[in-house]
C-alpha cells in the first residue's frame, strides 16, 4: 500500500470510529473524590444475569483530550454482545503543559496508575451494586492503545518490582486480558516513536528506566494470567512491531500470549462497532470470559 494510500485508510477508519454518537452509561459510581476517577456501567442489553464482566480501559496516549466517551458506542456493542462492561476513566495528561511540549502531555505519573489500581480494586464492591448481572468471577480486561497497557499492567500488579505502591500480594481475579494493540513493549514504541514522544512524557525522560521496571507490560512477565493480543497489520499508530515485540517478550519469560493478527486493518476499526474487526474483538473476550 502507498503511503498515499495508508494515510487514506487511516483517516477513513479514524473518522468512521470517531463518527459514533456518544452512549451514556446505564449507571456510573467515583472510585475517588477527583473529577476523573469515575467508572460508567452498562447492562448487558438481553437483560440476562450472571453475564462475564468486561472492564474497558480507553486509549488516547494518556493524553487528556481522549477521555472514555470515544469508546462508549464499544461498550455499548459489548453489552449488546450480551456482557456486563465497566469504562474506567483515569486522570490523563498534565493540568498545565510542560514547556517544549508540542501538544497535550501524556500521562501523570504517578496518578495515572494510581486511579487505575484504585479502579480495579473498588471495582468488585461497584459492580455488586451498579450491575448485579454481572458475574464477578468471570472477568476480563481489555483496553486499546495505551488502555491496552493499562490493561496488561492491571493483571501484572502481582509480580511488580516489591515495595510497588501499587503490588499486588496475589494475582488478581481475571478470566484473562484482550490488549487491543497496545503498547506493551516501551523500548520498541520509543524506538519507533509512538504517539510522538507520548512515553517519555509519561514517565519523565530522567527517571524512564527506573519507571518503566513498574509499568512496561514486556518487563512483568509472566503473569500466569491469561493474554490475547490482537492487532491491525496496517495499524500505523501502534505497529505490529510493538506488539510482536511483546509476544516475544512474554514468550522468553515462558508465556504464551495469543497474538490475532488483522490483515488490511489499522488502528481504530478494534473499537468500531461498524468494522468487522470490532467483532474479532467480542468473540475474543468471549473466549476467555466464558
Same mark, same amino acid.
Do not use: N
Given at each position: 500500500?502507498?503511503?498515499?494510500?495508508?494515510? $487514506?485508510?487511516? /483517516? #477513513?477508519?479514524?473518522?468512521?470510529?470517531? %463518527?459514533?454518537? +456518544?452512549?451514556?452509561?446505564? !449507571?456510573?459510581? @467515583?472510585?475517588?473524590?477527583?473529577?476523573?476517577?469515575?467508572?460508567?456501567?452498562?447492562a448487558?442489553?438481553?437483560?440476562?444475569?450472571?453475564?462475564?464482566?468486561?472492564?474497558?480501559?480507553?486509549?488516547?496516549a494518556?493524553?487528556?483530550?481522549?477521555?472514555?466517551?470515544?469508546?462508549?458506542?464499544?461498550?455499548?456493542?459489548?453489552?449488546?454482545?450480551?456482557?456486563?462492561?465497566?469504562?474506567?476513566?483515569?486522570?490523563?495528561?498534565?493540568?498545565?503543559?510542560?514547556?517544549?511540549?508540542?501538544?497535550?502531555?501524556?500521562?501523570?505519573?504517578?496518578?495515572?496508575? $494510581?486511579?487505575? /489500581? #484504585?479502579?480495579?480494586?473498588?471495582?468488585? %464492591?461497584?459492580? +455488586?451494586?451498579?450491575?448485579? !448481572?454481572?458475574? @464477578?468471577?468471570?472477568?476480563?480486561?481489555?483496553?486499546?492503545?495505551?488502555?491496552?497497557?493499562?490493561?496488561?499492567?492491571?493483571?501484572?500488579?502481582?509480580v511488580?518490582?516489591?515495595?510497588?505502591?501499587?503490588?499486588?500480594?496475589?494475582a488478581?481475579?481475571?478470566?484473562?486480558?484482550?490488549?487491543?494493540?497496545?503498547?506493551?513493549?516501551?523500548?520498541?514504541?520509543?524506538?519507533?516513536?509512538?504517539?510522538?514522544?507520548?512515553?517519555?512524557?509519561?514517565?519523565?525522560?530522567?527517571?524512564?528506566?527506573?519507571?518503566?521496571?513498574?509499568?512496561?507490560?514486556?518487563?512483568?512477565l509472566?503473569?500466569?494470567?491469561?493474554?490475547?493480543?490482537?492487532?491491525?497489520?496496517?495499524?500505523?499508530?501502534?505497529?505490529?512491531?510493538?506488539t510482536?515485540?511483546?509476544v516475544?517478550?512474554?514468550?522468553?519469560?515462558?508465556?504464551?500470549?495469543?497474538?490475532?493478527?488483522l490483515?488490511?486493518?489499522?488502528?481504530?476499526?478494534?473499537?468500531?462497532?461498524?468494522?468487522?474487526?470490532?467483532?474479532?474483538?467480542?468473540?475474543?473476550?468471549?473466549?476467555?470470559?466464558?
Amino acid at each position: 500500500m502507498s503511503d498515499s494510500a495508508g494515510r $487514506d485508510r487511516d /483517516a #477513513a477508519e479514524t473518522e468512521s470510529a470517531f %463518527a459514533h454518537p +456518544a452512549v451514556a452509561p446505564d !449507571g456510573s459510581a @467515583s472510585y475517588g473524590s477527583h473529577p476523573d476517577q469515575v467508572i460508567d456501567f452498562f447492562a448487558p442489553r438481553d437483560g440476562r444475569t450472571g453475564v462475564p464482566l468486561v472492564v474497558l480501559l480507553h486509549g488516547g496516549a494518556w493524553r487528556a483530550p481522549y477521555d472514555r466517551q470515544h469508546v462508549s458506542p464499544f461498550a455499548d456493542f459489548l453489552a449488546r454482545r450480551g456482557f456486563a462492561v465497566a469504562s474506567v476513566e483515569y486522570r490523563r495528561g498534565g493540568e498545565i503543559p510542560r514547556q517544549g511540549a508540542a501538544g497535550p502531555v501524556a500521562g501523570r505519573w504517578p496518578e495515572t496508575f $494510581d486511579d487505575v /489500581a #484504585a479502579a480495579m480494586d473498588a471495582l468488585p %464492591a461497584l459492580v +455488586a451494586r451498579e450491575l448485579p !448481572g454481572a458475574d @464477578s468471577r468471570r472477568t476480563v480486561v481489555t483496553g486499546h492503545s495505551a488502555g491496552g497497557q493499562l490493561a496488561l499492567w492491571a493483571a501484572a500488579r502481582h509480580v511488580l518490582p516489591k515495595g510497588s505502591p501499587w503490588r499486588l500480594p496475589a494475582a488478581p481475579a481475571l478470566r484473562g486480558v484482550v490488549a487491543l494493540a497496545p503498547i506493551g513493549d516501551f523500548a520498541s514504541a520509543v524506538e519507533l516513536d509512538v504517539c510522538s514522544g507520548a512515553l517519555h512524557q509519561l514517565l519523565g525522560a530522567d527517571d524512564f528506566e527506573a519507571r518503566s521496571a513498574h509499568v512496561d507490560p514486556a518487563l512483568l512477565l509472566p503473569t500466569g494470567i491469561a493474554t490475547a493480543v490482537v492487532q491491525g497489520v496496517e495499524d500505523t499508530t501502534v505497529p505490529q512491531a510493538v506488539t510482536e515485540a511483546f509476544v516475544d517478550a512474554a514468550a522468553k519469560a515462558g508465556e504464551m500470549v495469543g497474538l490475532t493478527l488483522l490483515d488490511g486493518v489499522g488502528h481504530f476499526p478494534l473499537i468500531d462497532p461498524a468494522a468487522d474487526a470490532c467483532a474479532v474483538v467480542a468473540e475474543e473476550i468471549a473466549q476467555l470470559a466464558w
